[in-house]
């Protein structure tokens, strides 16, 4: 009942926000933050909800309606709850009804591929949560060129993945498959590469990883802030959250194969990401390339072969998620102020804007990996596994990009916050008590996340050892322990 009403709930809910008037767009956003609340409360109390199951399709394989908790998707249900909360309350404009409804749509569609056990139903759930996206950039760039590159890029991956999993499907007898331990697949290697390609191809789009990734900055862009911070803090894990639950359980010697090639695709993504950060004016178009950065770090984890980085990744799934959320959500109540994102027109807003400008600073440190804030305890877990596994030069290849994180959220933050004055730069409020309800949630999270490592700790231990069998090296017994040893130092 929980992981259905998790599901359907905010769908409906969606679409019965249309019978608000468009005028009253503020009914509709506290309505949203409200379905967002209570899929919060409602995880979080029935963390152990018993899975709904229900076949819908015997021929030519079994699927089935199937949707339940599992160590790495519980987190991520909280974490959209808490970024879709946020982003609802932040949604302001003639809009707001329009966005408030397609923000609950793409909530359900998530919560739907994060929850589904079948890989038939995560198919179509991943299809699903392309429209409401789609939608609101169709109406926000100038020219929608964003939107139909979103579109095509997405339809491209979705198509490939549609075909891996009837493939699969035919092959195994079931798509009923995403956590069961005791499902023994038996895929012929020629197949089984196939298979693998396809998933991979969505996996990397939706990611997104370089060479894959051209959509994204556009997109993120073009989305109304609420919007770029659920798509960058969640929608992007989709991909990295398939390698986990499917590839690794279920085709481990094509993993194996792509490992090389995978480790190369992360390398690139976190430098070529760190650099176009550096390089870029746009402030949303900072995030969004720090993300691309960031998540060719935690590829690199996936396909690590190490227990201590994939601990690493399933913490810094969530922190990353954490962080990229608040940051896009100030940047929106910067934008809303200033009407530019642009580092050159915008300046000394810390002086007038105390608020803000606190906002902005944990987003940025977190986002940086400082100590204390939910981010450094993934880059400390991934880097150890990364070296203890071997991979030194992909390990180095993060360092640097770590060291250029700083120099990149540290430029954003002076040229916003403490650059010269800009002539006619308005003066506005500072943040709004409801702007402030929209961050407070994230900005506890990491900032308790980093405080108490244990958390995390305790986070990744359970999400090891539910795909260890195929997806370490070392015993996950000793993967809390390790990870303890390794923030404790």
């Known amino acids: 009942m ?36 209570l899929s919060f409360v409602l995880a979080l109390a029935d963390a152990h909800a018993p899975d709904a199951s229900l076949r819908w399709l015997s021929r030519p394989f079994e699927a089935y309606f199937h949707l339940g908790f599992g160590p790495v998707s519980y987190w991520i249900v909280l974490l959209l709850s808490l970024c879709t909360f946020g982003g609802a309350l932040a949604l302001e404009g003639p809009r707001a009804r329009d966005l408030a409804a397609q923000l609950l749509i ?72 995403i956590g069961n331990p005791s499902a023994h697949v038996a895929i012929g290697i020629s197949w089984g590469l196939w298979i693998f390609a396809g998933f991979a191809l969505a996996f990397l789009i939706k990611t997104p990883v370089f060479p894959f990734h051209t959509w994204m900055p556009d997109t993120y862009a073009d989305l109304p802030a609420p919007f770029a911070a659920v798509v960058s803090a969640v929608q992007s894990k989709a991909g990295l959250y398939g390698f986990l639950v499917i590839g690794i359980p279920f085709l481990a010697p094509e993993m194996a194969r792509a490992q090389p090639i995978m480790m190369v695709l992360g390398s690139i993504a976190l430098i070529y990401g760190a650099l176009a950060a550096l390089s870029e004016r746009d402030a949303k178009r900072i995030v969004a390339y720090s993300s691309l950065s960031h998540l060719g770090l935690i590829l690199l984890a996936v396909f690590s072969g190490s227990s201590l980085a994939f601990a690493g990744a399933v913490v810094y799934i969530v922190a990353h998620g954490l962080f990229s959320a608040a940051l896009f959500l100030t940047l929106g109540a910067v934008e809303l102020r200033e009407e530019t994102r642009d580092l050159a027109r915008l300046g000394g807003l810390g002086a007038r804007n105390p608020k803000l400008a606190g906002a902005l600073t944990l987003g940025a440190l977190a986002a940086l990996g400082l100590p204390g804030l939910a981010g450094f305890s993934g880059e400390i877990l991934i880097l150890t596994g990364l070296f203890k596994a071997g991979f030194t030069w992909p390990a180095i290849v993060a360092l640097v990009a770590i060291v250029l994180a700083s120099a990149y959220m540290l430029r954003m933050f002076q040229a ?43 986070l990744a231990a359970d999400a090891a050892r539910a795909a260890a069998p195929a997806a370490v090296t070392s015993s996950t017994n000793t993967t809390a322990e390790q990870s303890r040893a390794v923030v404790v130092r």
């Open 2 to 37: 929980t992981v259905t009403a998790l599901v359907l709930g905010p769908v409906v809910v969606g679409f019965l926000l249309y019978a608000i008037p468009r005028a009253n767009g503020n009914a509709a956003r506290l309505a949203a933050a409200a379905v967002a609340a």
């Open 106 to 177: 793409l909530q359900g569609a998530m919560n739907g591929v994060f929850l589904t056990k079948d890989l038939l139903l995560f198919a179509l759930f991943w299809d699903l949560m392309l429209i409401p996206v789609f939608l609101v950039l169709i109406e926000s760039g100038p020219y929608a060129r964003a939107a139909w590159k979103y579109l095509i890029y997405n339809l491209a991956g979705g198509l490939a993945l549609l075909l891996a999993t009837a493939a699969f499907g035919v092959l195994a007898g079931t798509t009923d498959v």
């Open 416 to 458: 916003i916050m403490h650059g010269p004055d800009v002539p006619d730069l308005p003066e506005r409020r500072d943040l709004t008590w409801i702007e402030g309800l929209a961050l407070a949630p994230l900005v506890a999270a990491f900032v308790y996340l980093g405080v108490y490592p244990a958390q995390v700790i305790a």
